[in-house]
């Protein structure tokens, strides 16, 4: 039989791309034999003219994709279309167009995501395939932030993150002009292996890593934060002007004041108080929450609204803000500024004598703010030292705010949240971003009570929701597993306290133990240690309740200008309400709603590692100039490599490797969260006073390095490493082989 044609076979190979190997070419036109030989030739001409690749034993048309290929997501486009890149590409041609529909099944994924996708092809369309996903790869996995060091051949990134000490190499020709001592983000090219350098190309130059503000920047990079706006939600931001009275019930004679950080940029929540004027209700108090109607200027399925989905919510940073809505929005249309009329979602709710709340009613109507407090002056003002700005709204509105607080304080009492007292760490930057101190913020009543009305704001949305029986997304807070109860009840019997073990776990047993442990030397610890047990608070369209608040039905309604779940809330109370259509809760909205609540759970675990990150390195490069310094602190946390510190001064976490403990072996026993010495028997715990010398202060990765000087008041002897810089460390003739000898006694004593 003759041989197919190059085209014949360019066709087969195109009509059947699962089935492309040689075998199944030769058995398709009956070639047999020696006839092989000469069709091995044909495929090879096709290959060395670049018509057709060979992957492992197939064939394909290197102007076409393999019908399965690993592709990355990209940002949706002006329309919210999904495209992919492919990252394997071997045509010399423009890289084909592929639309990625998800399926309803489909995990919720974004910008950078990749996923082992099968493609089809599509004729006739502004696409070239349609992709759809097999198994989910992972986000940008290959990337990462470092400082390029460069030599004859091109150079190296060392990456910055903590516990990772693995080099790639760049050729000159992927270094993108990158200077020597550069912080850089690169992307590997070659596939991983076990031996050498994994390879890599630099695909963006971010400057100087000793810059002041390049240490927020590395976190943004390295968490794949995105800070830059498209243009055309920009442009829809800008288009935007002011909402009018259409729609809205006039509020402006409410007493509304807003109370923020004397640094705020944004005042989305407003609030008014007033004795209730109902003859049934004596000693009761009417309270109003006011929102920012951000849902009238972010629409379903709009550029604004993909962004701050995409985004899921701002992210904060000592030095800059990345946030959810351009500022135009957030800034100034969505921010209740004093005096200006602002479009708002307001919540008027009802307490009785006991702070109970009795009801509630929602209204979408326009506010203007009394007055734009800080903390410190609405506190002031009601502890009876008002300034100028205060003055004018002492009566109005603080007193009557502090009368409603003192009801919400005795509900609040007998309800029983878990009431942890860790005090907040506030980095203070000099004009040029160098840190000029540490400090811990004071809690003012002040604090406390727009917490207090915001959580009631936010239970009367989800109650709301409920009785309207609208999809909503609910902040849900699991309670503890039984494995975190079992370590904070190990710590709390370390300390010398008690958690009862065996009934259904409240808030209150909780609380019982913080309160034992209040104004001890373990009262940090405790509260620590109990934050640690508590579980990743989420979103979920289901109710699952709020342990930590002791509520059984919460939903995120207050910050809709910083959080893309209030938004949701917003639009939810919109449509349950008839106010509107265009900015109602869309159906896109609700048949995608689990898949947006997986996304901006992710969106915000995201946020939170980069800002504990950020925090990490800022405080590093505070304390980088104090190397050598004596520092006092306590053990907070125990590893098999070592233990962890945190410093009192600032609060910092440094890691005291256990090679600087002594000279020698230490056994981890992982249930008392104890590091034992096999010759002296020391004990190194949870909860420990140490006195240490701070080694090592590491600004691009946060990572603090530390000597043990003292524990509990006693001197430690002195570890190899600070032996060699000094007197030698002396051991005993035989010291491994007894050593070794006691690990392996321990070893079957365990196994027995």
Known sequence: ??????????????????????????????????????????????EDEGRIDRKRRSYRDAGRLPPVTVVELLAPDADGDLFVRPLEHGGDGPVPRILYRPLKADPAMGQGDRFLARLIEQRGEDFNYLARLIRRIGTAQHRIVGIFRSDKEGGRVLPIDKGSDREWRVREADRAGAENGELVEAEQTGPKTRLGLPQARIVQRLGNPSAPRAISLIAIHQHNIPDDFPDEVIAEADAATPATMKGREDLRDLPFITIDPADARDRDDA????????????GGMVIWVAIADVAFYVRPGSALDREARLRGNSTYFPDRVVPMLPDILSGDLCSLH???????????????ADGNKIGHDFHRGMIRSAASLSYEQAQAGADGAPDGQAVLVLDDAIRPLWDAYALLVAAR???????????????????????KSVDFKERLDAHRLIEEFMVLAN???????????????FRVHEEPSPEKLDALREVAEASGFTLSKGQVLHTSHLNRLLAQAED????????????RSMTQAYYHPENYGHFGLALKSYAHFTSPIRRYSDLIVHRALILGHGW??????????????????????????????????????????????RVGSEMTGRVSGVQRFGAFIKLDETGADGLLPIREIGSEYFHYDRDAQVLQGSETGLEIGIGQRVTVRLAEAIPTTGGLMLELLELEGK?????????????????????AKVREAKRKLRRKRERG
């Open 413 to 435: 009492g007998r309800r029983q949240p878990l009431d942890l007292d860790l005090p907040e760490r506030q980095i203070v930057l000099s004009d040029d971003g160098r840190v």
């Open 715 to 735: 001197p430690i002897a002195q570890g190899p490493r600070r032996a060699r810089r000094g007197t030698a460390a002396r051991r005993r003739p035989g010291q």
């Open 271 to 282: 609030v008014a108080a007033m004795a209730d004027d109902d003859p049934k209700n004596p």
């Open 520 to 531: 001890s030397d373990f009262d940090e610890l405790i509260n620590i240690s109990t934050l």
């Open 580 to 625: 509107g259509k265009a900015d109602a809760l869309s159906e896109w909205d609700i048949e995608h709603l689990g898949e947006t609540a997986k996304q901006i759970s992710e969106s915000e675990r995201r946020s939170m590692e980069a800002e504990r990150d950020t925090t990490d390195r800022y405080l590093a490069a505070y304390l980088a100039e």
């Open 459 to 473: 239970v009367a949305a989800a109650e709301e929701l409920t009785r309207l029986r609208r999809p909503l997304l």
């Open 1 to 46: 039989m003759a041989l197919p044609s190059k085209q014949e076979i360019l066709d087969w190979i195109a009509d059947n791309p699962d089935a492309s190997a040689k075998r199944d070419i030769a058995k398709a036109f009956g070639v047999k034999g020696a006839a092989k030989i000469d069709l091995k030739r044909l495929l090879r001409e096709l």
């Open 338 to 352: 004093e005096g200006v009329d602002r479009a708002v979602i307001a919540v008027r709710m009802r307490l009785d």
